[in-house]
């Protein structure tokens, strides 16, 4: 069964500052995707950005970039020049591409990322 | 646009009582629906999915039940609610492509 792991529960960085969260996981499949989901304190959960497998390109959605490495399993978010809006709960997730998986996701247990003025 | 609504935001029930947490999608057909639920301090625990009209998997054995009565409304119960049930739900749907999950704003839930 594939699993997610977030090893950083917390961490803080300094507005204008770059900081990177880190997630790695589990699989043996060879194709998948991968998202990083922001919650702020609304408790609503917000796509911040997503990578397939297959691409070696990291994505990257403004200000926040991967830094996919799928030999090692590793998916890390970076986030440049932050921001107080950055503050939240950063959840990386994972997604099987195979037919019946029905799109579930699987997630981390969360990185909550705070902005210090 | 597609949207979701989830309701109540917040709600506060005895133990004992019956749950009925509701969720609807717009602006979409047959979408993949799920329940997950989030516990205080914790990751996303993935309850219930459907992937049409009465089709309904479960997770993890509980407490609580789902059903899909119609293609875009989705619906959390409990017909007796423990104290372990507390929490944060969050109903979510996705489509083909990407499938990544667009969420509900949650209901959080305390029994007392």
């Known amino acids: 069964a594939q699993t997610v792991t977030q090893s950083q529960p917390e961490m803080s960085v300094q507005e204008a500052e770059t900081v990177t969260l880190s997630c790695t996981y589990d699989?043996?499949?060879?194709?998948?995707?991968l998202f990083w989901y922001k919650q702020p304190p609304s408790r609503q959960m917000i796509l911040v950005i997503r990578?397939?497998?297959?691409?070696?390109q990291n994505a990257t959605e403004n200000r926040f970039s991967v830094n996919f490495q799928k030999a090692a399993k590793s998916f890390s978010l970076k986030i440049s020049d932050s921001q107080l809006g950055d503050a939240a709960m950063y959840f990386c997730?994972?997604?099987?591409?195979?037919?019946?998986?029905?799109?579930?996701?699987?997630f981390g247990t969360g990185t909550l990322l705070a902005v210090q003025p | 646009s597609q949207t979701i609504h989830q309701w109540p935001a917040t709600l506060v029930q005895p133990v004992g009582s019956p749950l009925s947490l509701e969720c609807t999608v717009e602006?979409?057909?047959?979408?993949?629906l799920y329940w997950y639920r989030q516990a205080a301090g914790r990751g996303l625990q993935l309850l219930f999915y459907?992937?049409?009209?009465?089709?309904i998997s479960s997770e993890v054995p509980q407490n609580l039940s789902a059903s899909r009565p119609q293609d875009r409304q989705f619906i959390l119960s409990s017909k007796k609610l423990l104290l372990s049930d507390s929490g944060f739900y969050l109903c979510?749907?996705?489509?083909?492509?990407?499938?990544?999950?667009?969420f509900g704003q949650g209901t959080r839930l305390t029994v007392v």
């Open positions: 979510a749907w996705s489509v083909g492509g990407f499938g990544e999950a667009f």
């Open positions: 699989t043996s499949e060879s194709d998948y995707y």
């Open positions: 990578q397939e497998a297959y691409k070696q």
């Open positions: 997730a994972y997604r099987s591409p195979r037919k019946g998986a029905t799109n579930k996701l699987i």
């Open positions: 602006g979409t057909s047959n979408p993949n």
């Open positions: 459907s992937v049409g009209i009465g089709q």
